[in-house]
Structure formats: C-alpha cells, structure tokens
C-alpha cells in the first residue's frame, strides 16, 4: 500500500515556477512507477509526467514538456513536478499517483491505483 501527500502548490504568476512535491508512505513507493495528473475546472483528468520506478525514465504530455521535470528520491520517499515558464493554461489541481504494475510508465489514470488528495495550482495572467 502506498499513501500519498501533495504539497506545494499555490499561486504563481505567468511565466514564473512552482514545484510541487509528493511525500509517499508505505512500503511499496519503491516498486512503483510514479506519476503527475491534472484536472482544470470542466475538464477530464490529464495525463502530465511520469517516471519509473528506478527514475531513469521520464514521460512528459506535449503540453508541459521542456517546461516540466519530474524527479523522485526513493531514500526521502518523495516525487517532485519541477513546473517553470507557467502559462493560464496549466491552472489545475495536481494529483501524484502510483503504479504497481510493472511495464513502461502508463499514461492511463486507472492504471493507478493509489491516488494523493491534490494540490492546487492557479497560474494568474
């Protein structure tokens, strides 16, 4: 089981960063493959970044990539969401979750079976 905890989010001005992090309990962090979702008021849950289980692969949407790093720290328990150059657009809630099930990094919400409560990000323009 893997228990979750957003923190970090807030509200940041266009163009500027934010790094919202995930601190994850429970003894199966390690053997999970990791991810960042994000649902805007009216629409459905979105795919954003993801990464393995050993950190050394990444997957990123075409909307944040080259904008957004996702890292983790398998000694702190922790996973990041490094957000720079913020647009309007990204405004959202922001939920890590988690992965048991073994295979590339899934970008399909119900692959994930542990979920966090959320963290909010409103990008003012």
């Known amino acids: 089981q893997v228990q979750l905890i957003e923190s970090g989010g807030g509200l940041v001005q266009a163009g500027g960063p934010l790094r919202p992090s995930c601190a994850a309990s429970g003894p199966a962090f390690s053997s999970a493959s990791m991810g960042w979702f994000r649902q805007a008021p009216g629409k459905k849950r979105e795919f954003v970044a993801g990464?393995?289980?050993?950190?050394?692969?990444?997957r990123y949407s075409d909307s944040v990539k080259g904008r957004f790093t996702i890292s983790r720290d398998n000694l702190k328990n922790t996973v990041s969401l490094e957000m720079s150059s913020l647009k309007a657009g990204d405004t959202a809630i922001y939920y890590c979750?988690?992965?048991?099930?073994?295979?590339?990094?899934?970008?399909?919400?119900?692959?994930?079976?542990?979920w966090g409560q959320g963290t909010q990000v409103i990008v003012s323009s």
């Open positions: 990464i393995t289980q050993t950190g050394r692969t990444t």
């Open positions: 979750a988690a992965n048991l099930n073994p295979g590339p990094i899934a970008e399909t919400g119900h692959l994930y079976i542990y």
